[in-house]
């Protein structure tokens, strides 16, 4: 058992540690979940994965398509989570520019990338997850992400892996039940 207890403080102080450098932390943790090369494999033609980090008020975000992978790191991102948020909840009248202005945190240097896309899974994280990202409003189309995509929402790349190959094991079913 003290060796037990000594493993389990070594590993307590090295996440300490990482999370001192919280984009540092964020990949290390995402890459020892996921190998982003089979992500890739499972991925359909025109078809992204976009997931999320939240640290308090900085945003890290991951963009993953077939041929290549994006980071992005956005510092203050709270404020315009709520206020999207408040303004959706509330069906105010400033809801397209607030969700103008969270579409430019979360997506806005990867909107080139994402203009072929068909279909984006989103693997949100903290208060994100009260976000409805079809209604984020891009600023250089003028439309809105569900005009754009198909939007599908996943708790965690492991189940989304998981799912597909779920999905290729039973192959093509002829029924529905």
Request: with cysteine.
């Amino acid at each position: 058992t003290d060796s037990l207890l000594n493993k389990r403080f070594e590993a307590f102080e090295i996440s300490y540690q990482l999370q001192n450098d919280s984009l540092q932390y964020w990949i290390k943790k995402n890459e020892a979940i996921q190998n982003y090369q089979v992500i890739q494999d499972n991925l359909q033609e025109n078809e992204g994965m976009a997931t999320f980090y939240l640290n308090e008020d900085q945003l890290f975000g991951l963009l993953i398509l077939k041929d290549h992978v994006l980071i992005r790191k956005q510092d203050s991102v709270t404020e315009a989570i709520n206020q999207f948020y408040r303004s959706i909840k509330t069906a105010r009248n400033d809801w397209k520019e607030a969700g103008t202005r969270l579409d430019t945190l979360l997506f806005g240097s990867w909107n080139k990338e994402m203009s072929g896309l068909d279909h984006l899974v989103i693997i949100p994280d903290g208060e994100l997850n009260q976000i409805p990202f079809e209604a984020l409003f891009n600023p250089v189309n003028k439309r809105l992400l569900v005009e754009e995509m198909a939007v599908s929402y996943h708790y965690s790349v492991w189940l989304w892996q998981q799912g597909r190959f779920d999905h290729k094991a039973f192959g093509e079913m002829n029924w529905c039940g």
